[in-house]
């Protein structure tokens, strides 16, 4: 199992040592939750932060864009030092366009799916993708309650996977645990995206470890 911890719930007064600490554990990714208050009611961090993250680590930058009109910032991620690079579903018009694009940037490219959306949208582009986020809490806030369907659609999106022969790796972002995470793996997740549950936990680089061993 991959797993990404979401920065989104470290200590912000103390940012270099929670990346450092992410560095050297077993993580594989970090994951950088960007909100612009538009598209979630929400505002989380730019540009200067992705960088100084950048600077204390060479692992995964594993950002995940909640904002409107992602495309007019494709370039500023990929100079801020972001690997991968996930845009909503719903919020681009010309979804072929920004995922063709990221790539050629030379990120990786990801499209997340709300809980209300359905993966079927993704039928004429999954072959295309790196990475499909399903998010199992609805964006804009860490601790939320996991979704339970979103185990369902996790497993539905890996048989069509295979049923486009396509590649993608299906990762999936709210309310995980060891519990919750658990029952992803079954579903067939490859990734999973943890915030709360290990920020707020007594020793995060073995709730790291337990993560990785589901």
């Known amino acids: 199992m991959l797993v990404s911890p979401s920065v989104l719930s470290c200590d912000f007064g103390n940012i270099e040592r929670d990346t450092l600490m992410l560095h050297h554990s077993s993580a594989d990714w970090l994951h950088i939750d960007v909100m612009d208050g538009v598209f979630v009611p929400n505002i989380s961090f730019g540009f200067p932060v992705l960088q100084a993250i950048r600077k204390h680590t060479n692992k995964t930058l594993d950002v995940h864009l909640m904002i409107a009109n992602p495309d007019a910032y494709l370039e500023d991620f990929k100079k801020a030092g972001a690997d991968i690079l996930t845009v909503h579903y719903e919020a681009c018009t010309h979804l ?106 007594a020793d995060p680089v073995a709730t790291i470890a337990a993560l990785k061993s589901l």
């Open 96 to 201: 072929h366009r920004t995922i063709s694009r990221i790539q050629e940037l030379g990120m990786k490219a990801g499209v997340a799916l709300n809980p209300h959306t359905p993966i079927e949208v993704l039928s004429e582009i999954a072959p295309l993708l790196d990475l499909v986020l399903i998010m199992s809490v609805n964006p804009g806030f860490g601790g939320q309650k996991f979704i339970a369907a979103a185990n369902v659609k996790v497993a539905r999106l890996k048989a069509l996977r295979t049923q486009l022969n396509a590649h993608f790796l299906i990762e999936v972002d709210g309310g995980v645990n060891l519990e919750t995470g658990a029952q992803l793996a079954d579903a067939g997740a490859d990734a999973l995206v943890a915030g709360s549950f290990v920020f707020g936990a």
